[in-house]
């Protein structure tokens, strides 16, 4: 028996996969993977297609002779750090210093997501000093660094929960069907890398404390769709796992020593201790809660809806391409490729179909029709990518881009009507000890659940004296 996300396949649903696999015998098995997961409607929980995770099906299904793939159009090559650094970057790996000199450490702990300007610091920080290296993050992921006094004292990574982790299904009394709807709700901490010349009594607690207050609220806004439960594997031949239990970590028991290769489990002689955290209130009883009957039994998936451009008002006085066009372009004009207009437009658009990620941003462009990217401000023949769009929107002024498109939102017919919610939170986390956490007050529509203007309350008032400045911002 074979089961996917929930379903049981037979010999119907192997039919059907091979039939898409032997219409594109050209194509990379990424591209299949693509293709199968377009043919099945399969969505990750950010609305993104579950490319990777069906590549590993088809893989498995192969080898098992249910499927026939195609021979590689290249031969497998071990992907080692030596392939996954440049040149110039393994010549930076070999002057890094095994123990340079420590600084003076004073200060407030800030810890914070990394910038896309310092991501390459951190992958070569993290093999250098990590003793397992820098990870291939592949999906969903999150990367943090922590400072103390402006200085780098730390690293982590979270990402997607293991597929196999018999302590905690077991805690959580998981069958197929309940993982495979609850396993997005629980994520993994990847790495945990306290610089190895930092010496500071409990640095570990208080920077793993500190992520974890704002671990929730950041993978929502990145992904889309809350987590509920942090877990970690600890080498107990090497660490006691102090740091988790001082964080009021929960252990769970010990793995049976295997390892993943590739889409395979082997044995490795090594149990790891498993150690969770609940992130929210009542996570056990939410992850353990019966499907109801109104539920798909695969994981959860968040639809695309078919958004009808032709009733959207883009082009026109005080419509969506003219409201862009007011943005401040941060780009130099030299090698720009995509217009701002077009990778907003398409990101707004995107976004209101349904699309929570950038990937998932990017997969629908390239769903669209060539008329379609041209009503959307696009010239050129294909979409942009998702590296484009990540990109731009690392640069842009968010409060701008915020302002005019929930003014814009806020304006269209089939909202006019609606009355607005005006909502106040206080982001946790987001206090240095120096400072107070950020108290933001959204504006909010009833039906749809869209917020179309935010506004951060100043540190000497309250909620009441922001809602001004907010609905001058939102409806003009």
Not at 2 to 21: A, D, M
Not at 124 to 150: D, K, N, T, W
Not at 293 to 306: F, G, L, N, S
Request: aromatic share 8%; proline share 5%; charged share 25%.
């Amino acid at each position: 028996m074979v089961v996917y996300r929930g379903l049981v396949f037979g010999s119907r649903e192997f039919s059907r996969i091979q039939r898409v696999v032997d219409g594109l015998k050209a194509a990379s098995y990424a591209e299949m993977a693509e293709a199968v997961c377009r043919r099945f409607g399969w969505r990750s929980a950010d609305g993104a297609l579950a490319i990777t995770s069906c590549r590993l099906l088809m893989d498995r299904l192969h080898r098992r002779g249910m499927i026939r793939l195609p021979e590689p159009q290249r031969a497998a090559v071990e992907r080692t750090a030596r392939r996954r650094f440049s040149c110039a970057e393994r010549a930076l790996l070999e002057l890094m210093p095994q123990m340079p000199c420590p600084a003076e450490l004073t200060g407030p702990l800030d810890v914070r997501l990394i910038a896309q300007a310092e991501a390459r610091g951190w992958r070569l920080h993290m093999e250098r000093y990590h003793y397992l290296g820098c990870p291939s993050l592949v999906g969903q992921s999150l990367r943090y660094a922590a400072f103390i006094g402006g200085e780098l004292v730390a690293l982590l990574a979270w990402g997607a929960a293991a597929l196999h982790n018999p302590p905690r299904d077991e805690r959580l009394g998981w069958d197929v069907m309940t993982k495979a709807k609850r396993l997005p709700g629980v994520v993994q901490n990847v790495r945990f890398l306290i610089l190895p010349w930092v010496k500071l009594a409990h640095l570990a607690s208080r920077v793993l404390g500190a992520n974890l207050r704002r671990l929730a609220l950041d993978w929502q806004a990145r992904f889309g769709y809350p987590v509920l439960l942090a877990e970690t594997f600890v080498d107990v031949s090497r660490f006691r796992g102090t740091c988790y239990r001082a964080s009021n970590w929960i252990y769970l028991g010990q793995t049976h020593g295997f390892s993943r290769r590739g889409a395979s489990y082997q044995p490795n002689g090594q149990p790891k201790a498993v150690l969770v955290y609940p992130l929210q209130p009542h996570a056990f009883e939410r992850l353990c809660a019966p499907l109801a009957a109104t539920e798909k039994p695969a994981q959860e998936v968040h639809d695309m809806i078919k958004l009808d451009l032709t009733r959207l008002p883009l082009d026109g006085r005080g419509d969506l391409i003219q409201v862009l066009r007011r943005l401040p372009d941060p780009r130099k004009r030299r090698g720009i490729r995509y217009s701002l207009v077009t990778v907003m437009a398409i990101s707004v658009c995107a976004t209101l179909a349904g699309a929570q990620s950038v990937e998932a941003i990017a997969q629908w462009a390239s769903d669209q029709s060539k008329s379609t990217l041209r009503r959307l401000g696009g010239w050129r023949q294909r979409a942009p990518s998702a590296n484009t769009f990540r990109r731009i929107m690392g640069e842009i002024d968010v409060v701008a881009m915020e302002r005019e498109v929930g003014g814009w939102l806020a304006k269209q017919s089939a909202f006019r009507d609606q009355g607005l919610a005006i909502d106040g939170k206080t982001l946790r986390g987001s206090g240095d000890g120096s400072e107070k956490p950020f108290h933001l007050v959204n504006a909010v529509l009833h039906r749809e659940g869209l917020v179309v203007g935010q506004v951060r309350v100043p540190d000497k008032t309250n909620e009441i004296k922001a809602v001004e400045p907010l609905l001058a911002n939102t409806t003009g």
